[in-house]
């Protein structure tokens, strides 16, 4: 289909103008957002994930070109492969601040971050801290498996106490994070909890947090069946568990009331914990930015520069 702007003659009775028309956009389908084949293991949660992010796409249909994917490392954070789209591999625990350098740079993109459960929270955790308190516009997605699966079965920061792995042979002692308490102490304004065996609940949160203006974050539980099988067997009812969604009589602004659901005994609770409206870094940005430039009007590049230079003098 072409995408050439054809011209529409417009007349009155004092002049004629002409004005572009946009042709209108073929629809986004899966077949334009699919890129190279999923490598990850037969049965891994994190196929869901994907398959649930290009339903969500196709349903929003946001500008292809206005999408822009970034993870860091582990096996969740190969996704930026398998997607048709911008996207960037960052480094291990660093892709929060790559991603905010996108988000605050690029106003007109729509930054979505796929990270695990190390990559964000244990190497990367003082980013994902930092990133929700400043509430930058972006959403993040962790998809937690409760193990390091890339490097073959290592303790997380979410793995449960007793949990067997490479690292603790004899069980794990450590008080595992909970990444919902986490997000919402650290001022994250959308938080919420899903989990990849509940495809049609895990799009709800997807497109809400899709169109929430801040820091949205979703915990997502994605079973890895190599190195954890059976690991969220209690919250999927088909192997005899229960998918406790969150109360409709819940108030999402009422942050203490989130953070005791979040305490709930395992498996908790699962749907939007926490969800408020506060200033993104992104305006709070652009409006710092608008007022200094004020100050420079109808310099040059270079003037500006030079006035900067002199000022250090």
């Known amino acids: 289909m072409s995408t050439t702007p054809t011209q529409i003659n ?3 009775q004092d002049s004629t103008s002409s004005i572009a028309v946009q042709p209108a956009r073929k629809p986004l389908t899966k077949k334009d957002l699919v890129a190279d084949h999923p490598t990850w293991c037969p049965g891994c949660g994190d ?66 971050v796929f990270s695990g459960d190390g990559d964000a929270l244990s190497i990367g955790g003082n980013h994902f801290i930092h990133t929700a308190r400043k509430n930058v516009r972006m959403c993040v997605v962790v998809m937690d498996n409760q193990v390091y699966g890339l490097t073959k079965k290592q ?16 069980g794990a002692v450590d008080q595992p994070f909970n990444p919902i308490k986490i997000a919402i102490a650290a001022g994250a304004t959308f938080v919420a909890r899903t989990a990849a065996t509940n495809p049609n609940h895990l799009l709800q949160m997807m497109e809400a947090a899709s169109e929430h203006d801040g820091f949205s974050f979703i915990q997502c539980l994605s079973e890895c069946v190599e190195f954890f099988d059976g690991a969220f067997d209690a919250a999927n009812p088909r192997k005899g568990g229960v998918f406790n969604t969150i109360p409709e009589s819940h108030d999402v602004t009422d942050e203490i009331a989130a953070y005791k659901l979040a305490d709930a005994a395992w498996p908790g609770y699962f749907g939007i914990f926490y969800k408020v409206n506060r200033p993104s870094k992104n305006a709070v940005e652009a409006k710092i930015n608008a007022e200094q430039q004020k100050k420079f009007s109808g310099k040059k590049p270079h003037e500006i520069l030079q006035a900067s230079f002199d000022r250090m003098r």
């Not at 789209?85 to 988000?103: D, E, K, M, V």
């Not at 997380?156 to 690292?167: A, D, F, N, Q, V």
Request: charge should be positive; glycine fraction near 8%; include cysteine.
């Open 155 to 170: 303790t997380s920061p979410t793995s449960p106490i007793g949990y067997k792995s490479k690292t603790d042979i004899w």
């Open 47 to 112: 196929f869901t994930v994907l398959a649930i992010f290009f339903r969500m796409l196709e349903k929003k249909q946001l500008p292809h070109e206005k999408l822009t994917i970034v993870s860091g490392i582990g096996c969740s954070s190969r996704f930026p492969y398998f997607v048709q789209a911008h996207g960037a591999h960052f480094i291990h625990g660093r892709t929060l601040p790559f991603a905010t350098g996108i988000s605050l740079t690029r106003p007109d993109l729509h930054v979505f």
């Open 10 to 12: 417009i007349t009155s």
